[in-house]
């Protein structure tokens, strides 16, 4: 199999002087310079004779792009880094810091409105970027599974990893756009992906190999948990990742890939204070186009696909399952199948081995698709015909163990066709490396999870030790409390952030964001205050009791209803007390 002849560079030195940036080159038999003019914000390549000696000197690691705020334009470089592992022998990392330099020397020019602004959109670019799972490689196409690269022409091949990319799945494109239409620049542009990468070297029956798990989180619909439900007109799915289990042995490469997203229609779930808000599917579209577009381009990308619908049949999600199998059978196409398992129903009281059932029950179409595998010598021996497009609601805790349960038996049968395995050997019967292999999907459903919902994923225990434990209840209940908090009070500045981010939200110079400044109701400072007044006093009530219990009891209800009162029409307007998004209006994301 061929690579990319085109990298990015590796090693970078920023030099900073009042007028420009230069962004050295320091890769061996490299004279290339990058300038970057302060004031004219013109990007050019110039030598190093150029760089003044009076220039500030810092070492960098890569460039994720430029930006322009309410104070004008940054640089936004990666300042530290952390190995993952190699890939095929090319070095993959983990951004760890990043730094956002601005062009201007000072912000003297802005009002204190605009100078507000512009921290404000700071911290919204600073929020995504401090979300662990942003990974680079230099040398390599992190963007496109193996098959995919595999199935390219020689003038892919010669391709810079910016032109290349698979644009789903790099993060910083928007940020990218000026080094996007100067070719020159390619080569210190250094597109990043979002999700998780974990690279381990395993030994069974004596015999090494690497065994890897990517995921690639899609920057098309992105966001958070409730405000990002369903798909877009053009049919990209809210919370969508392409995960690709690899391993190397001998040379040889095996992949497995599967995908998840929310349900492909329009519906949302936004939160208004209860626990669980009730879903509603859009009554004023027509879902059937987006639909078809969705599976239009998943069977492009894909080939054959099974969905694994693992949402309740019942109660509030039931709706959703009854229009997702009735769209499937309306579409009538016979490369998506489609597969509804109640996953609540069926491991109730802990019967988590009825996960088996499913297994089973998909297994000649997991025969079917197969996997892709390719030798030493580069030849193509079997391709992947098809994939599981798995969902629950969220996409996170159900999805993740169904994927790991269907990866595992993938596994096992690319270990026995390279000779790793022994006929009649399990994988589970491998302690030292199943416990890798538990942990290392447990920690993808963490890192899924965080980038969605707020928190690690629900049912992790099941995932890194085969079983459910009363433990693993407790710390789901901790982890659904925390995320009830985000998702009620902080998601609207993170889906804010991530607009911004991508650039569904572009920002004017010198203008106040006035969406920023979006007065909230007098209620939705007024009745707070009440309930908490009025519940103090019903404790306070309680515990001094008066001359008789006939006024404590009066006391008591009053300051009680008033409370509870209270409380209900916080509950009933909850709409108007959540943190909302500013920046993208509602209607753009529905």
């Not at 334009?73 to 300042?79: A, G, K, N, W």
């Not at 709706?319 to 997702?324: D, G, I, R, W």
Request: proline share 2%; net charge neutral.
């Amino acid at each position: 199999m061929r690579v990319n002849m085109v990298t990015t560079y590796e090693h970078l030195k920023l030099h900073t002087t009042p007028e420009k940036f230069y962004v050295e080159a320091c890769d061996d038999g490299s004279d290339d310079v990058l300038s970057i003019d302060r004031v004219s914000t013109e990007i050019t390549l110039t030598a190093k004779k150029d760089i003044p000696a009076s220039a500030v000197t810092t070492d960098i690691y890569g460039i994720i792009g430029t930006v322009r705020l309410v104070a004008g334009m940054y640089l936004i470089v990666i300042t530290k880094k952390k190995k993952v592992g190699d890939l095929f022998g090319h070095a993959i990392w983990k951004a760890t810091d990043v730094d956002l330099i601005s062009y201007k020397k000072t912000m003297l020019h802005l009002t204190d409105i605009q100078m507000q602004d512009n921290k404000t959109l700071l911290s919204m670019i600073n929020n995504v970027l401090s979300t662990d799972g942003f990974y680079f490689s230099p040398t390599y196409d992190l963007t496109h599974t193996l098959q995919r690269l595999a199935n390219t022409s020689p003038e892919f091949q010669e391709m810079s990893l910016l032109e290349r990319a698979d644009q789903r799945f790099v993060w910083n494109g928007y940020f990218l756009r000026e080094f996007s239409a100067q070719p020159e620049l390619h080569r210190f542009a250094c597109p990043v992906v979002h999700g998780f990468i974990v690279v381990h070297s395993c030994s069974v029956n004596g015999k090494y190999f690497n065994w890897i798990l990517i995921s690639r989180r899609s920057c098309f619909r992105a966001g958070v948990r409730y405000y990002i439900r369903g798909i877009d007109s053009e049919g990209h799915a809210a919370n969508f990742v392409e995960t690709e289990q690899i391993v190397q042995y001998s040379g040889s490469k095996a992949s497995f890939v599967q995908t998840r997203g929310s349900i492909p229609f329009f519906w949302s779930q936004r939160p208004n204070l209860r626990y669980k808000p009730k879903p509603q599917i859009s009554k004023t579209v027509n879902h059937m186009d987006g639909f078809q577009r969705h599976f239009d381009s998943q069977i492009i990308s894909y080939g054959k696909q099974v969905v694994l619908n693992l949402v309740n049949q019942k109660g509030s999600e039931k709706p959703l399952e009854q229009a997702f199998s009735k769209m499937v059978s309306s579409m009538n196409n016979g490369m998506v199948r489609y597969i509804a398992f109640d996953f609540h129903k069926e491991c109730s009281h802990m019967r988590w081995d009825r996960l088996q059932i499913l297994v089973d029950q998909v297994a000649p179409l997991q025969d079917e698709f197969g996997y892709f595998l390719v030798d030493a010598d580069g030849t193509v021996l079997s391709q992947q015909e098809g994939t599981f497009r798995s969902n629950c609601m969220d996409c996170l805790d159900r999805t993740n163990v169904i994927q790991s349960l269907l990866a595992r038996r993938s596994l096992q049968a690319q270990l026995q066709r390279m000779g790793v395995l022994h006929v009649g050997q399990k994988i589970e019967e491998q302690e030292k490396f199943e416990k890798i292999y538990k942990n290392s999907w447990a920690d993808n459903a963490d890192a899924c999870a965080k980038q969605y919902a707020g928190t690690g994923a629900l049912k992790t225990d099941y995932t890194r030790t085969g079983k459910r434990t009363w433990w693993g209840l407790l710390m789901d209940g901790w982890n659904s409390l925390i995320r009830y908090y985000r998702n009620n009070f902080s998601d609207g500045f993170r889906q804010d952030s991530i607009d911004l981010f991508l650039g569904n939200y572009a920002v004017e110079e010198g203008d106040s964001t006035s969406s920023l400044h979006v007065q909230k109701d007098w209620k939705f400072l007024a009745l707070p205050i009440i309930m908490v007044v009025a519940f103090s006093m019903c404790i306070i009530c309680l515990l001094m009791a008066g001359e008789t219990w006939t006024e404590t009891l009066a006391y008591v209800l009053f300051w009680g209803t008033a409370s509870i009162g209270t409380g209900f029409i916080i509950l009933y307007n909850g709409k108007d007390f959540v943190d909302s998004p500013k920046l993208v209006q509602k209607e753009k994301m529905d």
